[in-house]
């Protein structure tokens, strides 16, 4: 099979995810990133009676008069209305957040107004009728639709929720992504390693970025180099996962078992080898609604590969619209670069800030085993498939990290 364009791959795995996860509810303390299942509409309406905006008084605009008084009739303060009702030449004493009582039409505020005595106040001011009253339903009224399906909960909106008059939210269920790290040459970081092992740390970076993304990560933890074991470890995770994601062994050396294992384990082989770098050997495979995603075992092709594939993917899952868009932003490029060969390429780059626009620099090495400078990077610069050389300040898209 000739290399697969990337577009064409995320499609692929996009058009296999014929389903969103089921709804649950969650209180407001955890709804933080969950995706809302349904529209969400406003129970109350708010604010729910004209309220003031400052301290002050509350009159009637037509009653102002710099200097003529005013008789004080009573008091409102936030959670303790004025019951009365409030005629010609009468004023209450109001603060932020009362209800403006009947009769009142206008705040005057302290700053304006002389307290002669107990009973009387003097305006120092007009004021416009209406002016520092919050109307009811200034924000939202009962019935409105505020959040759409979809819409991924953040503070802000999470707020909303809560003043909308909801204690819980429906929400889509989390993917569970379950992570299989194969290779023999892995130990787990803190332990002791044996001649010609390293720190496996693909899992905990995989988990962290899908977790982010809105997936729950299952760590099914290291797998040996055998056909077996990776059989075994693949039929274990189709039972508990949504998605599978394996690491390493996606290529077809003598010590890369998932493609065999895949297939012995039922799955249809979607894709094996895309045209991307870093990241080329990166399988693709489904049995049922279980999708497998076989990624390259280098770190930095790992991350960039579930950037560019298992995010939108999750995302799907989840009902999210945009779910597909990478989020590419043009920039300028801050360098010379070759011309590119058949394999679109993602860049680590740093970026800054020229009154020409914003730049983005790659870094001169590009080893896709380097993390150090995933972590150094701000973006990646976006180099299509058979792009001709570039020279610095041209433009071109990035993505940001
Ligand atoms: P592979 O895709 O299995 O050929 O692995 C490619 C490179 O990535 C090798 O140098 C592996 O040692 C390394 N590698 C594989 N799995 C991991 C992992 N879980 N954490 C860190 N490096 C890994
Ligand atoms: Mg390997």
Known sequence: MSLMAPDEARRRILAAATRVTGSEAVPLSQ???????????????????????????????????????????????????????????????????????????????????????????????????????????????EGDVLLPAGSVLDARRIGLAASMGHASLPVRQRPRVAILSTGDELALPGAELRSGQIVSSNAFALAAQVSAAGAEAIDLGIVPDTAGATRSAIEQASDVADIILTSGGASVGDHDFVQGALIAAGFAMGFWKVAVRPGKPLMFGTRGEVQCIGLPGNTVSSLVCTLLFVVPLIGKLLGRPGHADPGREPALLGRDLPANDLREEYMRASLHRTEAGLVATPFATQDSSIQRLLVEAEALLVRPAHAPAARAGEPCEIIRL
């Open 31 to 141: 709804a933080r990133g969950r995706t809302l299942a349904s529209d969400l509409v406003a129970l109350r309406t708010h604010p729910p009676f004209a309220a003031s905006a400052m301290d002050g008084y509350a009159v009637r605009a037509g009653d102002l008069s710099i200097g003529y008084p005013l008789r004080v009739i009573g008091e409102a303060a936030a959670g303790h209305p004025f019951s009365g009702t409030l005629g010609a030449g009468e004023a209450v004493r109001i603060f932020t957040g009362a209800m403006v009582p009947n009769g009142a039409d206008t705040i005057l505020i302290q700053e304006n107004a002389t307290r002669v005595d107990e009973h009387h106040l003097v305006p120092t001011q007009t004021e416009a009728r209406g002016r520092f009253v919050r109307l009811a339903g200034l924000d939202f009224a």
